[in-house]
């Protein structure tokens, strides 16, 4: 009995000294009892003092283990707030309903040029102005490289075809910056697209139709702060 009962008061002694080492997944108590079981001790002294470090240490390393645990948690936590802010941001253009315009082929004037190797080169131009896109036919198709050019002559959107199926396609700003997340748009729909300068300092609009920007609609617009 006296052996039992100075076991428990150093165990008690014990548990305050550890308690600012205590985790969440198990009480000292608890501990205490897995290490007694491991140790098969029998409550001398020498026993009881191997099992109390034994028992710092287990706290010490779940604690530490929490501590990791708690910072991954945050680290995830901030990367996935951080990537919604990014995506949110990246978001900046405003897609309106398709636009009803009432004759679709007078748009540009369209004229085809005969290429080597069976391809035709399909070149539309702004009515009455210049070059507004190119695009490479085969067959009838869309196919290899196919490009557009805002009014005032700079690259728009660059594209690759592979018989009419679109293979992939980038947009750009006047800067010759890139524009993010640019919809995938029906090719016989007029859009009105809505989006910010790259300065984020302007508003940019115009009407947008098979992958080209139609006349007369480009405009930008300073935002007030």
């Not at 034994?54 to 910072?71: G, N, P, Q, T, Y």
């Not at 009803?100 to 070149?123: E, S, V």
């Not at 805002?150 to 890139?178: H, N, P, V």
Request: proline fraction near 2%; hydrophobic fraction near 35%; charged fraction near 30%.
């Amino acid at each position: 009995m006296g052996l039992g009962a100075g076991f428990l008061k150093q165990m008690n002694d014990t548990i305050k000294y550890n308690r600012d080492l205590l985790g969440k997944k198990k009480s000292i108590r608890e501990i205490y009892k897995d290490e007694i079981k491991k140790r098969g001790t029998n409550y001398e002294k020498q026993d009881l003092e191997h099992v109390r470090e034994r028992v710092a240490l287990a706290l010490k390393r779940d604690r530490a283990s929490e501590l990791f645990s708690k910072i991954m948690a945050i680290v995830i936590a901030a990367l996935l707030i951080g990537g919604l802010i990014w995506a949110l941001r990246s978001f900046d253009f405003h897609l309106n309903k398709p636009v009803k315009h009432i004759d679709k082929t007078h748009l540009y004037k369209t004229i085809i040029y005969d290429q080597p190797n069976g391809l035709k080169l399909k070149t539309d131009y702004f009515i009455h102005g210049p070059k507004a896109a190119e695009t490479y036919l085969k067959d009838g198709f869309k196919h290899q490289n196919s490009e557009s050019y805002y009014e005032s002559g700079q690259q728009f959107r660059t594209a690759l075809y592979y018989y009419d199926t679109l293979i992939t396609e980038i947009f750009l700003y006047k800067t010759g910056d890139t524009i993010l997340n640019f919809p995938t748009l029906s090719n016989d729909k007029i859009y009105k697209i809505k989006l910010l300068s790259p300065s984020k300092d302007k508003q940019i609009e115009f009407d947008f139709f098979d992958g080209k920007i139609i006349q007369d609609t480009y405009e930008e617009k300073n935002l007030t702060k």
